[in-house]
């Protein structure tokens, strides 16, 4: 009898626990990708001086497309790329509606939304794009 009234707390707190290690780790993906998209947009800006925002979105969006691993089911991450008003960086806000297991919607029975954001700036007037590149050990 005991068990049978502890086992539906004991799976909504597992729910729960799930669901929370299932957004850290999109936040996480979610604000490295936004790092990512801002740095690569500003170089594009550095390098081309476009005011092409249609240009800076798409860099941005396609480098948010490449570095995100999302969970089935979680929806697509809405992008906005903007250069600021001094035209010399970019600041880029990520989201997406984060939706609880089925376990999890014992106690929480709303989607969340996960919310970050990035700013990368360029520094001097010259034109240069530096790239690092690393070698993965085998």
Known sequence: LLAALAMPVALAI????????????THSAMQKAADAAAIAATQELSVSSTNDSARIDAIARSVVNVHMGLPTGDGSVGVDATPNAAKT?????????????ALGRL???????????ASARKMGSGKMCVLVMSQKDP
């Open 89 to 101: 960086g970019i600041d880029v806000r990520l989201s997406l509606v984060f939706n609880p297991s």
């Open 14 to 25: 597992g729910g729960v626990a799930v669901d929370y290690s299932r957004m850290t780790a």
């Open 107 to 117: 106690v929480v029975a709303r989607e969340n939304p996960i919310v970050v954001q």
